[in-house]
């Protein structure tokens, strides 16, 4: 006759318990990119990171617009992810006006619980008469997870635009480009250093690109004036986006 003994005992019913523990919930990283005010890392070791690429005609500087944006689309998903009783976590990259290389900002990203990585820049280009809002991913020939990379940036850069039209009607999305042209084709030297982690190789991965801060409609629409505001419209869309798709591996 077979009798439970006290250990075998716990653990059948550690093995009854094990189904309803509650994996980490996934974590959403967001880049505020740039920052500080000299660049960080080297062009040799691929990890260099500009402090600051685009200005505003006001003098607005992107680094900052990076960072206000990232911290108030931090709240947005938790406020979001809280109302839906998702569970997800976010982390951004930076919290002040500091600059890190692709290489910390890789390791911070270096995480088994990380289900996407979002890098938040500002554009510029197209003599000041650009718009849009836009996703950058890797290219397809060095990049395994480009149809998920290319479904993920495309899907942010519609839900980003439709925030900005609602005070910048004319901008569009412009979807999704790729990194080819990029360092004389080797790529966004970000995408590199994350590539180098075997974890963040099959986690979408983009820069989303909120506006062309250049343009001097786009100031007037977006920068300023209750920016504060603006910002949240904006980030609301796209935390609707990134709960809608993380809800089924967060329930
Ligand atoms: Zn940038």
Not at 102 to 115: G, L, V
Not at 188 to 206: D, E
Request: some cysteine; proline content about 4%; glycine content about 10%.
């Amino acid at each position: 006759m077979f009798r439970f003994s006290t250990p075998c005992f716990v653990l059948f019913a550690g093995f009854l318990f094990l189904p309803i523990l509650k994996a980490a919930p996934p974590v959403i990283i967001i880049d505020p990119g740039h920052g500080g005010s000299s660049v960080a890392g080297s062009l040799s070791s691929r990890s260099n990171s500009s402090p600051n690429n685009a200005n505003s005609p006001g003098g607005l500087k992107e680094k900052d617009l990076t960072l206000e944006f990232s911290k108030i689309l931090h709240d947005e998903i938790l406020r979001q992810a809280s109302g839906e009783a998702v569970q997800v976590g976010v982390l951004l990259t930076r919290h002040d006006d500091r600059n890190l290389n692709f290489i910390e900002r890789a390791a911070i990203a270096n995480r088994s619980d990380t289900a996407c990585v979002i890098s938040i820049h500002f554009n510029a280009g197209g003599g000041g008469k650009a718009k849009g809002s836009l996703s950058l991913i890797s290219a397809r020939e060095r990049n395994a997870n480009y149809a998920a990379d290319e479904a993920f940036g495309k899907a942010l850069a519609e839900a980003c635009n439709a925030g900005v039209r609602q005070y910048l009607p004319s901008s569009k999305s412009r979807g999704v480009i790729t990194d080819g042209h990029l360092h004389g084709g080797l790529g966004s030297n970000f995408f590199f250093q994350m590539a180098r982690h075997k974890n963040l190789r099959s986690v979408p991965k983009c820069f989303l690109e909120v506006e062309f801060m250049d343009n001097p409609d786009v100031e007037k629409a977006l920068l300023k004036g209750n920016r504060e505001e603006k910002f949240r419209t904006i980030a609301a869309s796209i935390a609707e986006y990134l709960i809608r798709w993380i809800g089924p591996k967060a329930k």
